[in-house]
Structure formats: C-alpha cells, structure tokens
C-alpha cells in the first residue's frame, strides 16, 4: 500500500500542471477571472501554462495536487469495499453470457458507488484548479457550495459523470473483448502494451466531450445564476456558440498524460513483479 501511494504522489505530481492547464481550457469560457480566461482565442496547453505560470508562478501549475493525492487513500478504500459487496450480489461466474454479463455489472457496481462516495472531492479539486472566485480553497469550497445549493450542488455534473463511466466501461468490455486474441501468453510486453494504450486512446476519445460538459457543469455549483440547467442544454450551447472543436478541448493533452501516466504504472507493476518473483539463476 505505502509503495503504490507513493508511486500515486509521484504520477499525480508529475502530471499535476497538464491536468489543471486541461481544465482550465474546458471551463474558461466561463470563468473570466482564470489565470488566462481573458484571452478570448483558443490557446494549446502550451500557451495555458505560459500565461498560468506568468500570472501567477510556476508554484501554481501544481494547484490542486494536494487534493488529488489526498482522494487515494478514501477512493482505494470504497474500492475493496464495494468489490466484496458486490462479489457477493453478482458472484463470480463461468465465462458464459450470464458469467461475463455478471462481472460486467460487478465492475459498473464497484465503479458508480465510489465514485458517488468521492465525488465531492472531484468537484472541489476541480474548482480549485480553475481559480473560481470564492472556491479556491479546499476547505472554503465544499460548505459554501452546500449552504447555496444543498446536498446537490456537492454533486453537480455526477449524472453525466455517470453515464460516462458506463459507456468507458462498455467500450472496456467490447474492446478487450475484440483484442482478446492478442492478448495471449506468447505475445510480446510491448505489443500488449502498445494495444492497451490503443484501447485507452479510443475510449478517452469518445467520452471526453462528456468530461468537458460535466467540467463546465461543475463551474455553476453555487451559482445564483445557473447557464445551464441540464447537460443537453450544456451540450447544445457549447455546440451553438463555440463549436464542436471546443468540446475537445485538451484532448491531446488528456492523451498525452494519460499515456505518460499508464506508461508508469505499467512499468511500476512489472518492476514490482519481477522483484517479487525474481527468476532462478541457473546452477
């Protein structure tokens, strides 16, 4: 456990000044007062940074590290929780229809009640990374939200949040399903790498305008005035007034991190694995 939080703090602080330069481009639109939302262009993650680290220095790009790190521990928990609880709901099966429509159901089980157990750390990680007024505090973001709008507005952009993880967690399926041929034990590390970073490229891909409107929705918690009341109004006013090309914007940043990031955990688990089981020397 202490090996993998610390391998967690080390990803999560690397990656810290893409992630925020990442949805400061989804959400500024709406927040004027972000360290570049008075640049009305369409800026690259590059330019992001430059104007993030001008402002307000370097220091800054790591904004919201803390509360991403500190997510670990409390998300890691619910996990092993909720995998014995619905273990025991959907128990495991043979690799018929029924068996593999089961383990289906257990991994959207496990994944949907944790992320509603940490999804107000989500949020105000969010509103910290993308300098709201008012909300750039940790500990000032999540009561002032809840005496404005009640226990919901702790959970603004969840149902979309939602939807997104099942439609991941299809794509998952269906996916390794259709690449389960290459995933044999002769195969190659890099080549079943290679194939992993495939799958992951093209799920983040068709789900990632999801993110963004649910980034968007996030900036409204605690508003007197809401743009959007739904997402599909969302969706349709990102559309009408700035395009479909902002509904992914940071996608290649988002694909780049989460390449870099899955390159290490890979590399950390086969590390790990083979100092655990070492080979035998030969006499």
């Not at 944790?114 to 709201?132: E, G, Q």
């Amino acid at each position: 456990m202490e090996s993998t939080l610390g391998f967690h703090t080390f990803s999560t602080l690397i990656m810290a000044p893409w992630a925020r330069g990442k949805v400061i481009l989804q959400t500024r639109k709406l927040n004027p007062q972000s360290a570049v939302g008075n640049f009305k262009r369409k800026m690259t993650i590059k330019q992001t940074l430059y104007h993030i680290i001008k402002q307000q220095g370097i220091i800054s790009l790591f904004r919201g590290a803390s509360i991403d790190i500190s997510m670990y521990l409390p998300t890691v928990g619910c996990m092993n929780l909720y995998t014995k609880l619905f273990s025991r709901i959907f128990p495991p099966g043979d690799e018929s229809a029924l068996g593999i429509l089961k383990k289906l159901l257990s991994k959207i089980g496990v994944g949907l009640c944790t992320m509603v157990t940490v999804y107000p750390l989500h949020l105000a990680s969010t509103l910290y990374k993308v300098d709201f007024p008012q909300k750039n505090s940790f500990g000032l973001s999540l009561p002032q939200i809840y005496a404005t709008d009640g226990l919901k507005g702790l959970y603004t952009g969840l149902s979309t949040k939602i939807y997104q993880m099942w439609i991941e967690k299809v794509l998952e399926f269906f996916l390794f399903d259709y690449f389960r041929s290459e995933f044999t034990s002769s195969s190659g590390f890099l080549k079943k790498f290679f194939i992993l970073e495939f799958i992951f490229a093209i799920r983040d891909t068709i789900v990632y305008p999801m993110d963004t409107v649910r980034q968007r929705l996030i900036m409204q918690a605690g508003q007197s005035e809401k743009p959007f009341q739904s997402a599909l109004e969302c969706y349709h006013g990102i559309l009408e007034t700035e395009g479909v090309s902002f509904l992914f914007s940071g996608l290649k940043c988002h694909l780049v991190c989460s390449f870099v990031e899955e390159c290490a955990r890979i590399l950390y688990h086969h590390v790990l694995n083979r100092a655990e089981h070492p080979r035998r020397r030969r006499a």
